[in-house]
């Protein structure tokens, strides 16, 4: 209770930077070149660690299918203005004192996005992926270390498994439970998206000057 009382003292809410959106709109991502120029973006050392940070924020929203942070931009596409981002905060997303991003939880949407993939007439599933593959094409700057370990992990098999193991070691009554057949899907989905997310990784890398 107290480091929870302490947690929420020494945090604050956060908004999505507008950069973001204005890459959305424009179908460009962020780049080095962007931080340099852009008069969205605040030039301070703080101001251009939140932008890469919110590189990871995207990616990690990406390979586990969150999309509340970005429902706004979804609704504000094609409107030709920009939202309002000085009252609305984004959602499960908290500022630290010492300008680290933290993430807080996730929601349903994983479920839609993962068992629910392969639906024949699933058009509201097809137009969530969709969106996903949108929002993560607006960042080409992401953190080096996030990098790293996506890029070794891609050459050492499968995430999942490799999640798998983590959580049972930390885990110890993880061994007593059952997983039925769908559970693969989890494997198969996780495993594309940690693929799509080094592609892009590697399309920036080759095309834009790489921030991290």
Not at 4 to 16: A, E, G
Not at 125 to 141: I, Q, S
Request: net charge positive; with cysteine.
């Amino acid at each position: 209770m107290f480091f929870c009382f302490v947690y929420l003292v020494l945090s604050s809410k956060t908004r999505l930077p507008p950069v973001i959106y204005d890459a959305f709109i424009k179908g460009q991502p962020i780049t080095g070149r962007t931080i340099s120029s852009s008069s969205l973006i605040d030039k301070t050392p703080e101001g251009i660690a939140e932008i890469v940070q919110w590189g990871t924020v995207i990616l990690l929203d990406f390979l586990t299918a969150h999309l509340d942070r970005y429902v706004r931009i979804n609704f504000a596409e094609g409107k030709g203005h920009h939202p309002s981002f000085s009252s609305n905060y984004t959602k499960n997303l908290i500022h630290s004192k010492n300008g680290k991003i933290w993430l807080i939880d996730n929601e349903s949407t994983f479920f839609l996005s993962y068992f629910l993939r392969n639906c024949a007439n699933c058009n509201r599933v097809a137009r969530r992926l969709k969106f996903y593959e949108v929002v993560l094409k607006t960042v080409c700057v992401f953190q080096r270390s996030v990098v790293n370990a996506l890029m070794h992990q891609s050459r050492n098999g499968s995430i999942y498994e490799s999640l798998l193991l983590l959580s049972k070691t930390f885990q110890p009554l993880e061994g007593g439970l059952t997983f039925d057949d769908k559970y693969r899907l989890i494997s198969d989905v996780l495993n594309k998206r940690v693929a799509q997310v080094v592609h892009w990784i590697q399309y920036c890398q080759n095309n834009h000057q790489f921030q991290g």
